[in-house]
Every structure is written in structure tokens, then in C-alpha cells.
């Protein structure tokens, strides 16, 4: 934790307590062992989107190293939020971070890559975010890891892809954001594109990683097969994910409005208390029980709103009807009016409005986790399995707080494990 302490954590504890105290609390639980128990993953990358790949990974059970420059450490480390009295809390690590270990080594200096080399060997997946190009000229290029280890999957994590004109372009995800489509799509007052206040493009394509692991780890273990390098671009994903408007134009030759509704009812509407719910109503039944619902039955029978077809052309008058009925209701009485009458109507929440839902608390969605240090609220294990359910076994580590251990794992001597922590190459916590 950023700027902890004795007094700094009561602080902090006290903070949370208030805000969270109906939540489960849990401990981590070393002991527990999840269905990827025997899966080693050597992640390299930095930032958001393998931090996300790998935390799938953890949370069923691999062992996930995270290889960290040791005097900085991973950026993730950096984002910091605000806590009590202005402390700095790092919560992206804190969460992102959580069952991996950490490996600090200089991957500039000769031994320690060769190091990393040692390590590869007993690894099965390993996951890297460098500019296309830069792991060759480290000397660790796919074909050398193959050489090594023929069943070892590599991810390789860019923004626009391993070929390709744009290959050594930056990839940030804002820059995808824009690229594919989504700030167009998604405009704001005046008509301006919007980009997402979030890790869109590279959450999406961490959980896309993870699939994509799975699938050729089955490949290895099941059908025998040899390791493989999977091209993972920020870029593809989000394509996956925007639906029909690049068909339909390539198709019709014509440009969709970038608000276009899919269906009709549907929007955002605010109630008298200032609450905000979400309405759809995208089948013809549905649509006709809201109409119902805001004391319009004789819309039903009205043909500008018959179809779908037919409320999306004329849907700022029916839009202009609910918001109307929905303005003379406190958030609480909407929700208990429209769910009565069974409509797909739901509350616009806000993060103090989530943790406090009862649904959200017993379900255990977010949970309460204490560090031993301090406690921190995060998300649970997603999704959910039966059978091999997945668990928080370690809080997330100290900047190499596993150096030592991994390199030992690795086949290094305890000589040369020390030669290089005394050179500054490799930091044991």
C-alpha cells in the first residue's frame, strides 16, 4: 500500500468500515487451490490489459509471476486513488495484483535475462505488452522460447497487432477507443464522441487473453499439440464487440446516426428525487406493458407505435411520455411501480449506490478484503463454477517479495541469485 502506517491504515480502515461494513469479509487463503493449480504464467506486461489476462488466470489457481523492473515495478503500481485525509491509495495493484507473485528482475541486464531464460523452462504460458519487435531484441523471441520450451504459449499484447503498417504505432486503449469506433458511436452533448472514463479496450481484451490461453493450453494438455503464439491487439476485440454498423454500411452504403437507438422504448430517465433508472423496451410486448405501465394504454393501439420499426421513428414522442410519468416518482416508488407490472426497468448506479444494494452484498459481487495490513473492497472471483471454484489466495505482493524463491524454482544458485541482487539486476524484498 502507498503511504501506509500504523496510524495512516487505522485511518484508512475506519473509512471503509463505514462505507462497507455489510459486505463479506474474507482473508486470503493460501491453502485454497484452484483447477489451474499446476499452470505456470510468466506475465511481462505492464499496465491494465495483461494485468487483467493473468488476474483470470490467478484467480482460478495458476501461479502468475509477475516479472517487474526492480525499481519501479509494474505502472499499475503507480495508479493511485484518493483515500481518507488525501492518502494514496493503490488500488489498481491492490485488485489487479491480488494472487500473483513478483519476480524483479532488469530485463536490460545480460544475466538476468538469461535469468528469465531459466524460468521460461518451467513455464506454460507467458505474457508480454512490448512494442512488436522489442522481446527479439531482448534475445527472448518466440523462436528461442520455443527452443527452450516447444509447449509454451505466448501472448503478445499491442495495440494494433504484431504485423501490419501501424505495428509500432503507441497503443494505448484511448487510442483504440477512438479508432474502432466507439467514441463515434458514443457521443455526448453537442454530438462530441466520447471516450470512456475507464480501461475499456484493455479489459476487454485481458478477458479476451484469457479465453484465448485457455483454448490453446487445451491444445497443449488435450490434444497434444505444441506451443503457440497468440497475436492479441487491443483493436480486434473492440471490433468484436461494436456490433453491426460497419456490416450495415458496407452493405447499404449509408452512414447510421451514431446515437441510433435499437429499440424502442429504451433511455435513461430521472426521477423526482434525482435517481436515475434504465428502461428497455425492445419486443412488442414489452413495449406495450410500458405503455401500460406510464397510464397510456390506448398507445398500444396507436400504429406510430406498433412495431419497433415504428417507435424508433417516432421515439422522442413516446421517450417525452415516460420521461414525463417517470419525473413524478422517487427512484424507490419507479422501481416498485415498473417492476409490478413487470417492465425491464432498473437503477442508474452510482459506486455509493452499489455497495449499499442488498443483491450486490449477498451475492458477495464485491467483497471486503483484508490484507493483513488493511482491508480493501474489490471485486469477487468471476464467473462462478461449481465444482472448482476460484478464490483469493495472496494479496498482492511487494515489489520482489518472490525473487528469490522463483529463481531458485527457476535452477538458479543461491550464489547466483545473490550476485544478482548485489548488482542491482534482480531485488529480493
Known amino acids: 500500500m502507498v503511504n501506509s502506517g500504523p496510524e495512516s491504515t487505522a485511518v484508512q480502515q475506519s473509512a471503509h468500515t463505514m462505507r462497507s461494513d455489510h ?16 499452470v505456470r504464467v510468466l506475465d511481462m506486461s505492464r499496465l491494465v490489459a495483461g494485468n487483467m489476462l ?49 519476480l524483479a528482475i532488469d530485463l536490460r541486464d545480460d544475466q538476468a535475462r538469461e535469468a528469465l531464460r531459466q524460468v521460461a523452462k518451467t513455464a506454460h504460458v507467458l505474457i508480454e505488452s512490448f512494442r512488436p519487435g522489442t522481446l527479439e531484441a531482448m534475445g527472448l523471441g ?35 477507443e477512438g479508432f474502432s469506433g466507439f467514441a463515434h458511436k458514443h457521443v455526448g452533448p453537442k454530438g462530441l464522441p466520447q471516450l470512456p472514463n475507464m480501461a475499456l479496450a484493455d479489459m476487454i481484451a485481458g478477458l479476451t487473453g484469457a479465453f484465448a490461453t485457455m483454448t490453446a493450453l487445451r491444445e497443449v494438455e488435450v490434444n ?28 447499404s452504403g449509408h452512414m447510421k446516426a451514431p446515437d441510433r437507438k435499437l429499440a424502442s422504448p429504451r433511455g435513461a430517465y430521472q426521477c423526482k428525487d434525482g435517481g436515475w433508472v434504465a428502461l428497455s423496451g425492445s419486443t412488442d410486448a414489452m413495449a406495450r406493458r410500458v405503455m401500460e405501465a406510464v397510464g397510456r394504454p390506448e398507445l398500444i393501439e396507436d400504429p406510430r407505435f406498433a ?31 415498473f417492476r409490478e407490472r413487470g417492465v425491464t426497468l432498473g437503477p442508474i448506479y452510482d459506486p455509493a449506490r452499489l455497495l449499499a444494494d442488498t443483491h450486490v452484498a449477498q451475492r458477495q459481487s464485491y ?17 462462478r463454477l461449481s465444482d472448482t471454484p476460484g478464490a483469493i489466495r495472496t494479496p498482492a505482493p511487494e515489489l520482489g517479495q518472490h525473487t528469490a524463491e522463483i529463481l531458485a524454482e527457476g535452477g538458479l544458485t543461491q550464489a547466483q541469485i545473490e550476485a544478482l541482487t548485489r548488482e542491482g539486476a534482480a531485488r529480493c524484498t
Open 23 to 38: 459486505l463479506a469479509k474474507i482473508r486470503p487463503d493460501p491453502a485454497a487451490r484452484g483447477v489451474l493449480h499446476n
Open 54 to 102: 493473468s488476474l483470470q488466470l490467478a484467480d482460478f489457481g495458476a501461479d502468475v509471476i509477475k516479472v517487474e523492473n526492480p525499481k519501479v515495478g509494474d505502472t499499475l503500481r503507480h495508479w493511485v486513488e484518493e483515500g481518507p485525509a488525501g492518502q494514496k491509495i493503490d488500488l489498481w495493484w491492490q485488485t489487479y495484483a491480488r494472487n500473483k507473485r513478483s
Open 142 to 176: 518466440p523462436d528461442v522460447l520455443h527452443a527452450l520450451n516447444p509447449r509454451l504459449i505466448i501472448v503478445r499484447l499491442s495495440g494494433w497487432g504484431q504485423d501490419g503498417p501501424y505495428r509500432e504505432l503507441p497503443g494505448f486503449g484511448s487510442l483504440i
Open 224 to 251: 497434444q499439440g505444441k506451443g503457440q503464439v497468440i497475436d492479441l491487439s487491443l483493436l480486434e476485440p473492440m471490433l468484436a464487440i461494436m456490433g453491426t454498423d460497419v456490416a450495415a454500411y458496407a452493405a
Open 307 to 337: 412495431t419497433n420499426e415504428a417507435r424508433l421513428e417516432h421515439d422522442a414522442d413516446l421517450d417525452a411520455v415516460i420521461a414525463d410519468f417517470v419525473k413524478g416518482k422517487s427512484l424507490e416508488e419507479c422501481l416498485a411501480h
Open 367 to 383: 467483497v471486503s478484503v483484508n490484507t493483513g495490513k488493511a482491508e480493501f473492497v474489490m471485486h469477487n472471483i468471476t464467473p
